[in-house]
């Protein structure tokens, strides 16, 4: 099993941040392996992702998972179904600058890989921070 957290500022306004994470039509922007999200039936959303796992050949995995816009306290709850209990959250807040946010994501996970969760959570933070910005400037 494996909790893990990590955060980053973002040169964007708490409002607009959130704003652009509530939309799931952005998910494929920020997440490098997801080349599609379909919202549907509430708080469900179909997703395609475009991974290469070792040993195997390289393929297009579809599968269900469900997001809440939480938007009192700017937060994003997600989860997919599944033996690894995946689900997570994101929180904006407001930055120690003017203009910015302080984005956190958390994450549980029964597949516990420390280095490689670690990786992930970073290369999505990283791709949202780059996407967002970019958006706004």
């Known amino acids: 099993m494996g909790d893990y957290d990590q955060s980053i500022t973002v040169s ?3 409002e607009r941040l959130f704003a652009y994470l ?3 039509k952005n998910l494929p922007s920020y997440l490098p392996r997801l080349t599609a999200a379909r919202p549907h039936d509430g708080d469900q959303v179909t997703v395609t ?3 290469d796992p070792p040993g195997r050949p390289e393929q297009d995995v579809t599968s ?3 997001i809440q816009v ?3 306290g700017k937060t994003l709850e997600w989860g997919a179904p599944g033996p690894h209990d995946y689900r997570g ?3 904006v807040d407001a930055g120690a600058a003017p203009g910015t946010s ?3 994501v958390e994450l549980h996970t029964e597949h516990a890989e420390g280095p490689a969760i670690d990786h992930g959570l970073t290369e999505a933070l990283t791709g949202i ?3 967002v910005e970019q958006a706004e400037h």
């Open 89 to 91: 959250r994101l929180h």
């Open 102 to 104: 302080r984005l956190t």
């Open 49 to 51: 992702a475009h991974i």
């Open 64 to 66: 269900e998972a469900w």
């Open 129 to 131: 921070k780059n996407a």
């Open 22 to 24: 509530a939309d799931v």
């Open 70 to 72: 939480l938007h009192e």
């Open 12 to 14: 964007v306004p708490p």
